[in-house]
């Protein structure tokens, strides 16, 4: 076989690096079918890529592949399902919800969605007006239109994929009928995500002769969000420069800042990114859960299309410090336990008792029966092993070549034991000249604004604060002064004031022009940044109404909620909206990009 050249290898990294994966899976398909046309053996079967002419035996077939994004994942699966339909001779319509033309939905035949779940079971910001118009009473009935959904998610969350399964019950109400039942993904999304749209091209009638053309498994179909060739499974390992903790002594937390190195990695970000650090479980565990299991930790199990020993699969590619409802019903059904099964499905009493339980948690409250649960099932039942994801708090402009991190530790005691967080505990413990294993994952959905000079109101508790100290330095390096407002929380001024002497700093060049913090336990009352949004009500109404952005990033369960609730009260009492206009005003910004949350 003839290899390429030096020369020829580097060219075509250059162009495939800047590729998008739609672009990608294209071109797989093209030099796939310029080898077939190339190759005399196949010249008897009549073996060519279709072409996409007006002779071509085509079916009309209208397709829409409609996507929902929050963080890019449900974007990357729309695009490479349109390349696939596309290589197979299908005209082909790709649409964002957010551009969507609400009134051509009821015109459509085939409507393929691709939706993720965004917060406690909400749609992604970019998808709020196309479900306020579907859920309305403008929504037109749908006869005639056939469709499928593909749902993302996450099932840490109770409301686990539930802008999918709403979306779905939402149009066979509205008389639309399902070309495939709706399929819903994990974290874990790339082979349910390739087996959905397999099914897709199964079930389409064809659309050019079958003697010709190309399958599509024979195109490499990768769904990624990464940036550079490094991701979850590839990571960079990144040398430790600098740690540092920013919390005091007398804290009830410890907050870490890591300075990493990126030297040679050739990854880039952008202010708002995601970095992912890989990490294991502590060995310790491992061998808890064994023990308690009574399982042998050199048993070989199967892992998607791999065999290793039980030991390694728990130590490296299996969630332990966690469990969710769903994994809960089928240990109860597996070990056949009705107590457990009940509990499962009541939720309040199931965050009472076990909201800070991990699999040891489980194990020891209901013992498997060893007769009827082996490696195989244990590994079958535990959910993947992902890198933790924390927003990168520096600026590639600002520090070349570094990227930094604000971590708090997570230990807390629950049923008499100690329990760890499985990333933050192990970063706590690096020293300068360690190494972890990191890759980026954009964020297109927390971004600065285009126009360097735009407002911006930042919201943050905690280490929620880390992706503005990116923005600041950001605007720094650009040269860009004042229209910046930052409101900081959290629990007392004296031991957690997170990057107190660099705020001081940029107050005092002008970068940033405002700051307000909430310390809630230095006094009696407990004080929160919603409070302070609400003490200043007619200033951040003024912003808001002179184009500023708001960002707001932490927990979405309490700050991010009450945050939100703040606001809608503000521009209801500073307007003469109604409460109701007041929340649709809200959701056109979100909608406009101009309202922006990374929650969590």
Not at 2 to 24: G, H
Not at 408 to 432: D, I, M, N, P, W
Not at 466 to 484: C, D, I, K, Q, T
């Amino acid at each position: 076989m003839q290899m390429l050249t030096p020369q020829q290898i580097e060219q075509t990294s250059l162009l495939v690096n800047n590729m998008s994966v739609a672009q990608k899976v294209w071109v797989s398909g093209y030099l796939q079918g310029m080898a077939l046309q190339a190759d005399n053996s196949l010249e008897s079967l009549a073996l060519t890529l279709p072409e996409m002419t007006a002779g071509s035996d085509v079916v009309e077939q209208k397709i829409t592949v409609l996507f929902g994004s929050q963080t890019g994942n449900s974007q990357k699966i729309a695009e490479a399902l349109q390349v696939a339909l596309e290589s197979q001779g299908r005209v082909v319509k790709l649409q964002n919800m957010l551009n969507y033309r609400n009134s051509q939905l009821k015109k459509e035949e085939h409507l393929f969605v691709i939706v993720s779940t965004h917060g406690n079971g909400e749609p992604p910001d970019e998808a709020l007006g196309f479900f306020k118009y579907i859920n309305s009473t403008k929504a037109p009935k749908l006869n005639g239109v056939k469709f499928s959904i593909l749902a993302l998610g996450d099932s840490s969350y109770d409301e686990f994929c539930q802008t999918g399964y709403e979306l779905d019950a939402r149009l066979a109400e509205l008389g639309a009928s399902r070309f495939s039942d709706l399929v819903a993904c994990d974290v874990d999304y790339a082979d349910d995500a390739q087996d959905w749209q397999s099914n897709l091209l199964t079930l389409l009638k064809p659309s050019i002769d079958q003697s010709v053309g190309i399958e599509l498994d024979d195109l490499p179909l990768t769904i990624t969000n990464e940036i550079s060739n490094h991701n979850e499974q590839n990571p960079f390992q990144a040398e430790v420069l600098e740690t540092v903790v920013l919390t005091d002594d007398g804290s009830d937390k410890t907050v870490h800042h890591l300075e990493l190195s990126l030297e040679g990695s050739g990854i880039s970000y952008a202010p708002g990114d995601i970095v992912c650090i890989k990490a294991t479980n502590s060995e310790s565990l491992v061998d808890s859960i064994l023990n308690e299991a009574a399982l042998d930790g050199a048993t070989e199990v199967l892992l998607k299309k791999s065999t290793l020993p039980l030991k390694k699969a728990l130590l490296d590619n299996r969630e332990l410090s966690n469990i969710t409802r769903k994994q809960l019903q089928t240990y109860a059904e597996l070990i056949n336990d009705d107590e457990l099964l009940t509990l499962a499905g009541d939720i309040e009493q199931l965050q009472q008792e076990l909201e800070a339980a991990d699999v040891l948690d489980v194990l020891q409250l209901w013992p498997p029966k060893t007769d009827s649960f082996d490696a195989q099932q244990l590994i079958d039942w535990l959910r993947p092993l992902n890198a933790r994801q924390y927003s990168i708090a520096s600026s590639e402009s600002a520090s070349s070549e570094e990227l930094h991190v604000l971590v708090k530790q997570v230990e807390y005691e629950f049923r008499g034991r100690l329990h760890s967080g499985l990333c933050s505990t192990q970063l706590a413990q690096v020293q300068a000249g360690d190494y972890l294993g990191i890759s980026i994952k954009a964020n297109p959905a927390f971004k600065l604004p285009e126009n360097p000079d735009s407002k911006l109101i930042m919201i943050g508790a905690g280490t929620g604060v880390a992706p503005f100290r990116s923005f600041l330095y950001e605007r720094e390096s650009l040269g860009v002064a004042g229209n910046s407002w930052l409101l900081f929380g959290e629990q007392h001024f004296q031991t957690d004031f997170l990057y107190q002497s660099e705020w001081q700093q940029f107050l005092k060049d002008g970068v940033l022009e405002k700051m307000d913090v909430a310390f809630s336990r230095d006094q009696q009352e407990r004080i929160y940044v919603q409070h302070r949004l609400l003490e200043q009500a007619e200033a951040v109404y003024q912003w808001l109404e002179s184009g500023a952005y708001i960002y707001v990033c932490g927990d979405m369960n309490r700050m991010a909620r009450d945050v939100h609730q703040a606001l809608i009260d503000i521009v209801e009492q500073q307007s003469d909206r109604t409460r109701e206009q007041a929340i649709d005003w809200l959701d056109q910004l979100i909608s406009d990009k101009r309202y922006q949350r990374d929650i969590y």
